[in-house]
């Protein structure tokens, strides 16, 4: 596991993973900072939201675009998941671009995304969830990915890396990194929850602490965990030990502020 990441605080601030800039891979796991919304969402928002409270087609819309300005692109060129919390992974072609922006969205829910289409900026959102990217070092195909709970316990990461194969990718030329989420200090979970992942795997209790009549759960390391399982080198799994709770000036968060408030962003692309 490689923890060291980079805070890149310009006019739109992300954190970028130093394994990832040592093979040239543009990726970034974007803030809070640096939007056009306001109220509840203030200010770099990525959702339109799914509370009381909407946040406009239009500021999101703006907000993607200086996002993808990052990357010297537009908003017509990212390809948005669909996320429904499921373990979907979906081929990202060319003609998914602007996807969820300036086209329809997918029809089914798709919390996960692969291509080998070259400036196709995949996006996946968070707000305590995991966001993980990853890329094989020759630099041919890349994936990002939305793992919530639901979709760590069934193997989201790991569908990632077997769709990522089936492109040409080698297990032992992928690289990873893990975004901001919650912690396990801060993401406490019921006996459900923990019994699921026991079912699936004996091997997940590590991942959990008991706290009086429910668990603390570590999604970041049951992710890490996941990919290493599923052929990844230790020593290739980058990890931002961040909290998205505990950082309310930097980041959204779910368990935090309730579902009225804004979501952020990773993208990446070839």
Known sequence: MNNDFVFVNGKIPYYQSRLFNEYGVPHAFFTRIGGVSGGVFESLNFAIGAGDIKDTAENVAQNHELAASVFGLHKEDICRSYQTHTACVEQAYAADRGRGLTKPPYSHGVDG??????????????????????????????????????????????????????????????????GPCICGDCYE????????????????????????????????????????????????????????KCNEEHFYSHRRDGINRGTMSALIHI
């Open 189 to 244: 979970v019921g006996y459900e929850t923990q019994g699921e992942f026991i079912n699936t795997n004996p091997e997940y209790s590590v991942f959990f602490r008991p706290n009086r009549e429910k668990y603390m759960l570590d999604l970041n390391r049951a992710n890490e965990f996941i990919l290493i399982s599923a052929g990844i080198k230790p020593e290739n799994v980058s990890v931002l030990n961040i909290c998205t």
């Open 113 to 178: 995304m692969v291509t080998t289409e070259k400036k196709l900026l995949l996006s996946v959102r968070s707000a305590d969830c995991v966001p993980v990217l990853l890329c094989d070092k020759s630099k041919s195909v890349c994936a990002a990915v939305h793992a919530g709970w639901r979709g760590t316990v069934a193997g989201i990461t790991k569908n990632a890396v077997e769709l990522m194969v089936k492109n040409g990718a080698r297990r032992e030329d992928i690289i990873a990194a893990i």
